[in-house]
C-alpha cells in the first residue's frame, strides 16, 4: 500500500495548523499593541490631568467640590489604568500561548516533511537498486547469450 498520498495528507493539514498558529500569533501580537497603545494613551492623560489639577491647585482653585471631583476622577483613571495594565498581561499571556503552539505546529510539520523526504530517498534508493538488478541481470544474459555464440562459434 502507498503510504506517500496520507502523508502528504498530513503534511497538508499540519501546513494549515502552522498557518493557523501564524495567524493567531500576529492577531495576538496586533492586539497587546493596541492594549499598550490605550495603557500609554491613559498614562498620558492622567499625568496631564493630574499636572493641570496642580496647577490649579497652585493658581488657588482649591474649591471643595472641585478637589473631591477630581479626585474621584482620578481614581476612575487610575482604576482604568490598572484594568488595562491586566489587560495587557492577559495579552501578553496569550501571545506567549500562541508563540508556543507556532513553534510546536512547525515542529510538527518539520518532521512530517523530513519523514516525507527520508521516505522519497528510500524509495529512489530502492528504485536504483531494482534498476541497477535490471541491469545486471540484462548484462548477465548478454555475456551468457556472447558465451553461447563464442562457443557455438568455436565447435
Do not use: W
Request: proline fraction near 1%; charge should be positive; charged fraction near 30%.
Amino acid at each position: 500500500m502507498n503510504t506517500k498520498p496520507a502523508l502528504d495528507l498530513v503534511i497538508h493539514v499540519s501546513t494549515d495548523r502552522r498557518d493557523g498558529a501564524a495567524l493567531a500569533l500576529a492577531g495576538s501580537r496586533r492586539q497587546a499593541e493596541e492594549a499598550q497603545r490605550k495603557l500609554d494613551l491613559l498614562s498620558r492623560y492622567h499625568e496631564d490631568y493630574v499636572a493641570r489639577i496642580n496647577e490649579g491647585a497652585a493658581a488657588g482653585h482649591t474649591d471643595v467640590t472641585r478637589i473631591a471631583n477630581n479626585r474621584a476622577f482620578i481614581a476612575k483613571l487610575e482604576s482604568a489604568i490598572a484594568q488595562q495594565e491586566r489587560e495587557i498581561e492577559a495579552c501578553e499571556s496569550y501571545l506567549n500561548a500562541c508563540y508556543h503552539q507556532l513553534s510546536a505546529e512547525e515542529q510538527k510539520l518539520k518532521s512530517l516533511e523530513t519523514l516525507r523526504d527520508r521516505r522519497m530517498k528510500l524509495a529512489l534508493l530502492k528504485e536504483g537498486r531494482r534498476e541497477q538488478g535490471r541491469t545486471d541481470e540484462f548484462a548477465a544474459r548478454a555475456a551468457q547469450l556472447a558465451g553461447s555464440i563464442f562457443n557455438n562459434r568455436a565447435s
